[in-house]
């Protein structure tokens, strides 16, 4: 039976490894530029600054809010560091574009990423032109998911119905407050099958074929 969620008018996607497979390594090398900032900011041995950076990542939603708050650091030179990485592990998807494209209503991208990066993305997978906007980490001013500020935010500026929305994310915790607003979630990576979050809808191991295979409202 195919998945329902033909009341869906906004369409939020997570970008990272959620428009894409993960299996890439694209975070892998975003990770390495992380680890290696921590080093030289916080003056901490590689295994003490990676554990550090975790601590933050799990107290704060990301490493640059913890970097902000305990060491004072210009969250603008981390985002343009840490987001300098090759793309050339992302091919476009036909499979991906055909499921997007019959998407009914708009389409946003909310990610915790840099504005910069985000473009970047976008422009590697071929997509960028099916997205009506997207909501980085610059204009929820630092904020990240899962704050509900954040999400508050990013509803307020696309005036985004959440109870006619569906958010889309392959990390579980960031789907909690979108739920907690009234939107279908959506948890996406080969983890999905494997959750049992109430606060999960739908869950799909693999984006593109999910999509394809959406009961919308407005499909024949």
Known sequence: MSPSL???EHWVFDMDDTLYPPE??????VQDRINAFFVRTVGMEADEARLLQRQYLRD??????GLMLNHDVDPHAFLDEVHRVDLDCLTPDPVLREGLSRLPGRRLVFT???AAHAERVLAALQIADLFDDVFHIEASDLIPKPDPRAFA???????????RAAFFEDTEKNLKPAADMGMATVLVGAHAPASTAAFVDHRAESLPPFLNRLALRDAA
């Open 153 to 163: 935010r990013m509803i307020e500026r696309h005036g985004v119905d959440p109870r």
């Open 60 to 65: 704060h939603g990301t490493s640059l809010s």
């Open 24 to 29: 890439c390594g694209l975070m892998g090398r």
């Open 6 to 8: 033909d009341h869906v």
């Open 112 to 114: 915790n990423g840099a």
